[in-house]
């Protein structure tokens, strides 16, 4: 079953600190250069790492994703796989202090904002909306992602009740483009591997 944001938390028990205090980002660039090869091993590309701590306890936060060439969302059985691999590197680092930790991997949701050329190979042929800098904003479906931009098939409005139309193919640069975000299609979710239950916003995104 594919899952666009599965999330799996393996708990860890210990003592140390009680006072609240927060990781610094180079811990969480630490912790994400000790699990990045075991992600990569697994055909998965390592979103991102973050680290929360309160007191005696932290929350390793840990986004994988498919690789930019592939459509569809990690499965939740990916999802447990690699978060058992991940606990157990995580057990084993000598850096790491006596403090329990859980430890929450998930994929990112289609709520996330398309903000990077992989975001957008990964959106290939949804319908999106684009945040088009010194421009006016587009809605369209994915065409093709180069090294350059997107190009889209916009979707001209039409009168009520009517089905939009599509425009001719319009590539938008990389540097004019501030943002984009995916239009939940449920009738095209079938077709890209995607179910209606794991098309939220993700909290990690």
């Known amino acids: 079953m594919s899952n666009a944001e599965a999330t799996t938390s393996s708990d860890r028990t210990g003592t140390g600190k009680t006072e609240a205090e927060s990781v610094h980002n180079p811990e969480a660039e630490r912790v994400r250069a000790l699990l990045e090869p075991s992600v990569q091993a697994n055909r998965l590309y390592l979103e991102d790492v973050s680290i929360q701590v309160a007191g005696a306890n932290r929350v390793v936060h840990v986004v994988v994703d498919l690789p930019q060439e592939e ?8 999802i447990a796989e690699i978060s058992k691999e991940l606990s157990g590197i995580l057990d084993s680092d000598p850096s ?9 991997v998930s994929s990112p949701g289609v709520g996330r904002p398309l903000t990077e050329p992989r975001h957008w190979h990964r ?17 369209g479906r994915i065409q093709a992602v180069d090294d350059d931009g997107v190009t889209l098939i916009p979707e001209i409005a039409a009168k009520k ?3 939009p ?16 975000k995916v239009e939940i299609e449920f009738s095209h979710l079938d077709e890209v591997g995607l179910e209606d239950e794991h098309n939220g916003p993700s909290e990690e995104a």
């Open 96 to 104: 790491y202090d006596s403090r329990p930790y859980d430890l929450e």
């Open 71 to 78: 459509t569809g969302g990690v499965s939740l059985d990916v």
């Open 165 to 180: 139309k599509q425009g001719e193919p319009e590539k938008i640069p990389f540097d004019r483009i501030r943002n984009g």
């Open 161 to 163: 009740g009517m089905k």
């Open 123 to 139: 959106a290939r042929g949804r319908m999106v909306k684009v945040n088009v800098i010194q421009g006016e904003n587009l809605t």
